[in-house]
């Protein structure tokens, strides 16, 4: 197999990896001041588990990126229309995600490949 013909998810380093950058992303973002200057976000922080946190989006980047795992937990609509993040903090929520990637060096046509990914969600995320 070449590597063009490797799922990203493959490419990742299957779950493992994936969930290392995960527990590193979620541990910047539940602290990040900019963000939980939103009261609505700072109470979303508070009131569910990390560990828990951490599971849903392992299996839902797992899924999103081809692996096997099935993503079991609420549409991004559904667990941040409340929320009303806004474009400021949802540009805050990418630095930490770069910075994760950066940290674990994910090569750069993952990086661009997993943003894509991302950016596909920020209609349900951010208030318009």
Same mark, same amino acid.
């Given at each position: 197999?070449?590597?063009?013909?490797?799922?990203?998810?493959?490419?990742?380093?299957?779950?493992?990896?994936?969930?290392?950058?995960?527990?590193?992303?979620?541990?910047?973002? *539940? !602290?990040?001041? %900019?963000?939980?200057?939103?009261? @609505?976000?700072?109470?979303?922080?508070? =009131?569910? /588990?990390?560990?828990?946190?951490?599971?849903?989006?392992?299996? *839902? !980047?797992?899924? %999103?990126?081809?692996?096997?795992? @099935?993503?079991?937990?609420?549409?991004? =609509?559904? /667990?941040?229309?409340?929320?009303?993040?806004?474009?400021?903090?949802?540009?805050?929520?990418?630095?930490?995600?770069?910075?994760?990637?950066?940290?674990?060096?994910?090569?750069?046509?993952?990086?661009?490949?997993?943003?894509?990914?991302?950016?596909?969600?920020?209609?349900?995320?951010?208030?318009?």
């Amino acid at each position: 197999m070449t590597q063009n013909s490797l799922s990203i998810y493959e490419r990742l380093g299957g779950v493992y990896s994936i969930a290392a950058v995960v527990d590193d992303f979620i541990d910047r973002i *539940m !602290v990040n001041p %900019a963000l939980n200057a939103n009261a @609505k976000v700072d109470e979303a922080h508070h =009131r569910v /588990s990390k560990a828990g946190f951490k599971y849903l989006v392992t299996e *839902m !980047v797992c899924w %999103a990126t081809g692996g096997p795992q @099935k993503y079991t937990g609420k549409s991004m =609509r559904e /667990s941040h229309e409340h929320l009303a993040i806004t474009e400021p903090e949802w540009q805050v929520f990418l630095q930490d995600f770069q910075d994760s990637l950066d940290k674990f060096q994910v090569p750069q046509a993952e990086q661009r490949e997993l943003f894509a990914i991302v950016a596909s969600t920020k209609r349900d995320i951010v208030v318009p």
